[in-house]
């Protein structure tokens, strides 16, 4: 199990995760730089407050992210649909009729 261990305030916080060293290092960097321009905005914040500021805006951003997830979903869907039809027409063309 790695762990990883977050700074805010001089506060430190140890994770534990059973994710990779690298995805536990990149969530880190992340969530150190999301705290400090938390921190650099509101200087006075107490460590609770921005970490709970800095779980909204990610949580705020995976919304989004999974927003757009599913519009390129419908997309994909619906043109490879097209690609389908298109394929069976090329496949199966109308008869003549006789």
Do not use: W
Not at 24 to 32: G, I, S, W
Not at 73 to 98: M, V, W
């Amino acid at each position: 199990m790695a762990s990883i261990e977050i700074f805010i305030h001089n506060h430190s916080f140890n994770i534990r995760s059973d994710e990779k060293e690298a995805h536990l290092a990149e969530v880190k960097r992340l969530v150190q730089s999301e705290i400090k321009s938390i921190i650099e905005a509101h200087p006075r914040m107490v460590p609770a407050e921005v970490a709970v500021l800095a779980a909204v805006e990610f949580s705020s951003r995976f919304l989004h992210a999974r927003a757009q997830v599913e519009i390129q979903k419908e997309t994909l869907l619906s043109r490879a649909g097209d690609i389908l039809e298109r394929i069976e027409r090329e496949l199966n063309p109308p008869h003549p009729s006789a």
